[in-house]
């Protein structure tokens, strides 16, 4: 796509951000961002392009006048293969979710433990109490 229409899709994809916010992100001025918006795309640099791109979090390519948005990171592999980091990066979450469910349970185990000892202790000082008394009254 050309620079007009990499500016247009960087803005319109990130609603969320305003003229002044995206103003304050690039150094590019209000103005500009106005007579964008309006149409006017008059001798574009390739440095606003990127500044665009840097300031809506925007992977780009830049191919002379032809600029390409990259929606994601490709690893090379060793081996040729290409695999995409959003994949990695799911499968590190699926991996985080068990491990984090995991901890939970040797957790409630390992409070079950405490809590069972803690009632095993305490009848064990009952009884004791208990024999202890009735040795006391049982002399004879």
Do not use: C
Not at 8 to 29: A, C, F, Q, W, Y
Not at 107 to 134: G, P
């Amino acid at each position: 796509m050309n620079k007009r229409q990499a500016i247009m899709k960087m803005i319109t994809d990130n609603p969320h951000l305003s003229v002044v916010e995206l103003s304050k992100r690039t150094g590019l001025s209000r103005t500009v961002f106005y007579k964008w918006k309006a149409g006017d795309f008059d001798n574009i640099q390739v440095k606003s392009v990127q500044a665009v791109a840097d300031a809506t979090g925007t992977n780009i390519s830049i191919d002379g006048d032809n600029i390409e948005i990259v929606n994601d990171i490709v690893i090379k592999k060793e081996n040729d293969m290409n695999v995409e980091a959003s994949y990695i990066i799911e499968l590190q979450k699926e991996k985080i979710e068990f491990l984090e469910q995991k901890l939970k349970e040797v957790i409630t185990l390992e409070s079950l433990r405490e809590t069972e000892i803690d009632m095993l202790l305490q009848w064990m000082l009952d009884n004791a109490y208990k024999n202890k008394a009735k040795g006391m009254f049982n002399r004879d």
